[in-house]
């Protein structure tokens, strides 16, 4: 029997869609005999992962022919054969057949490091590029496999290029074509309705699940969906023990797994004050003379920071801007995998502008680019904040802009005049700002400091601390200017690449709190990180609260208490008493001593308690997180 793809054009499809099934196949043949001692199954379930691997495969295959396929569907017939498009056709089959083989082998590769199809991890290698190309070319001999890759591709290529010229002098009708598309695009339709990121796990064999699935259909899943599975890749304890230790950290006293509810009591009356935040764009603390920085380059706040509260040993908990953002809206640690801020079904979160609408507070979101960049509109809009972001502002306001938006001056400004609105309604406010100004390329007003626009990065943040000296200055002569807090934080440092996994020093950033009237001029050496600046700054309005936060007023905290929590996507550390200690995939844990320092290398069996402590944190949070328990 024909198929209907037999003397089309579309044949070609055809014969690359057999490849592909016959390789993905040897494929888990070979997984299957490089983990047949660890599949103890029936031989029925393993013939029912192959099954549900030709399944996979169909499925990842059906949307990768969606862009050829309109190629053949719009191609004229009288051009078909021409030899222009038999070399495009040729070009196209070859370069599919090379990534073909390319995918294999990374899932190979994969495999034998994680063993497991790609998922978040595979997605979290182009997130670091540098050190994952490094590592490759180190671990690899990247030449002679690519070499090798092509030979193959050549030799399957020559075997089957006779079918491939074939389909060039296929005649057909253009209705013809159009209801064979129509038939082969019902494939990536069904496909997406009907399988789901865990319907291949049909067993409760974990490596018999893998071989099913197929790696390039995960990895376009793990992207989509930005979790790592933390059960699955990561070192757990039972979880009536870590529920406990948790809440005694945190002096909750509610019963339930991970309840981590408590009454925050205050031993003063509320004061009503108003809170601008300000989220620096990568301040790392040692662009600043504080920290030993010698280029002069934020002056102001070098000055300034004496005036009021500054956090000295002070740590983002991640990498990225959404990271920074999750932790100081949500104040939970950093869970496996991509930020909460990007994931979905991320709405009504317990956080730090949902305690302070309760109270009648005007809470917005202000970001001097387009919030729909790393879905930081719909995080905050779904969690009660008002959003002003590029598309708010007048062409008048927009005196300059890059390719992240608006220069901080500007995004300052626009936060005066929302302040100036609110006060004049009788409303406090509370606004949390993201700048960009520190971001490549670089470039701002000129004639503003006196270092050129694009030139550096030490440009950039001379431009946002002279931005901040002029906000500040007009601040001070607005009526609301007594009754509010400014805080200003990094996100994430400017670079956290380091020959350390997880290098604590590319996590410090300074934290500083000024309000003349209500905050004194200290420096606060107690270790600590993003997630303790809701609890911090909720303390100085001196709110009773129902709190879910895992963060705590740094103000109250004994120095020997002090922990920060820090994280890589995939790393998710806690450095206290000065050992860092961090969970990875493959339930891996380590121990480092010293890690500012000579870091020393440490057996995780003789810090027992600092691994129940890393493990209560990451663990709980990931069974809040999955289980919702966070809503409001």
Not at 104 to 117: K, M, N, P
Not at 124 to 144: A, F, M, R
Request: hydrophobic share 40%; with cysteine; aromatic share 16%.
């Amino acid at each position: 029997m024909r198929s209907i793809l037999s003397r089309s054009r579309f044949a070609i499809l055809e014969l690359f869609f057999i490849i592909n099934l016959v390789f993905f196949a040897l494929l888990r043949v070979a997984l299957l005999i490089k983990q047949w001692t660890d599949i103890d199954t029936s031989m029925e379930q393993i013939l029912f992962a192959f099954v549900m691997g030709i399944i996979y495969d169909s499925a990842f295959y059906s949307y990768l022919l969606i862009p050829y396929a309109l190629y053949l569907v719009a191609m004229p017939t009288r051009w078909y054969a021409h030899p222009l498009n038999k070399i495009i056709s040729s070009v196209f089959f070859f370069i599919s057949l090379y990534g073909l083989f390319f995918l294999i082998l990374a899932e190979w590769t994969f495999w034998d490091e994680f063993g497991v199809r790609f998922n978040f991890i595979a997605v979290d290698y182009l997130i670091y590029t540098h050190e994952v190309v490094q590592n490759i070319v180190e671990s690899y001999p990247l030449g002679k496999l690519l070499t090798g890759i092509l030979v193959i591709t050549l030799s399957v290529f020559l075997m089957v290029r006779r079918h491939v010229t074939m389909t060039f002098y296929y005649n057909e009708k253009w209705s013809r074509r159009l209801k064979i598309a129509a038939i082969l695009f019902t494939l990536p339709i069904i496909s997406y309705f009907s399988l789901h990121r865990t319907t291949y796990q049909f067993s409760q064999n974990t490596y018999l699940n893998e071989i099913a699935a197929n790696g390039g259909y995960q990895f376009f899943s793990a992207f989509r969906n930005n979790e790592l599975n933390y059960r699955q890749f990561y070192r757990l304890a039972d979880d009536s023990q870590l529920s406990e230790k948790i809440k005694m950290q945190l002096t909750a006293t509610n019963d339930g797994l991970y309840n981590i509810k408590r009454q925050i009591t205050a031993e003063a009356p509320e004061k009503k004050l108003n809170i601008i935040l300000i989220t620096v764009e990568s301040l790392s603390a040692d662009y600043l003379t504080k920290f030993g920085n010698k280029k002069n380059i934020t002056p102001f706040m070098d000055k300034w920071f004496q005036d009021g509260a500054l956090f000295t040993h002070f740590y983002a908990t991640g990498t990225r801007t959404i990271r920074g953002l999750e932790a100081l809206t949500l104040s939970i640690p950093p869970t496996a995998g991509q930020s909460i801020v990007k994931r979905p079904d991320n709405e009504k979160l317990f956080n730090l502008g949902h305690v302070l609408n309760e109270r009648g507070y005007d809470t917005a979101f202000l970001y001097g680019g387009m919030g729909y960049f790393d879905n930081m509109n719909a995080f905050y809009e779904g969690n009660g904040y008002r959003i002003v972001d590029q598309n708010q502002f007048t062409s008048q306001e927009v005196t300059f802009k890059n390719a992240w938006g608006v220069s901080d001056d500007i995004i300052f400004n626009r936060t005066l005049k929302e302040a100036d609105n609110d006060f004049a309604q009788d409303k406090p406010f509370f606004f949390q700002i993201m700048t960009t100004t520190n971001h490549r390329p670089y470039t701002y007003p000129e004639g503003k400091i006196d270092i050129p626009s694009g030139e550096s990065r030490e440009g950039a943040v001379k431009y946002t601390d002279y931005a901040i000296q002029e906000f500040i200055k007009i601040a001070k002569t607005k009526p609301w200017f007594d009754n509010t807090i400014f805080v200003v934080v990094a996100d994430h440092c400017a670079g956290s690449a380091r020959k350390t996994e997880l290098p604590v020093d590319k996590y410090h950033i300074p934290l500083f709190i000024y309000a003349p009237k209500h905050v004194p001029a200290i420096e606060n050496a107690t270790l600590s990180s993003q997630i303790d600046v809701a609890p911090t700054l909720l303390g100085l309005l001196n709110l009773q609260y129902e709190s879910q936060f895992y963060g705590q007023d740094i103000f109250k905290i004994a120095p020997e208490k002090g922990r920060a929590l820090i994280s890589n996507y995939q790393k998710l550390g806690l450095f206290k008493e000065n050992k860092l200690v961090y969970l990875s995939p493959q339930q891996k844990v380590d121990v480092v001593d010293d890690p500012l320092g000579e870091h020393h290398i440490v057996a995780p069996d003789t810090q027992a308690d600092l691994v129940n402590d890393v493990m209560s944190y990451y663990q709980s949070a990931d069974y809040i997180w999955t289980h919702r328990l966070s809503r409001y």
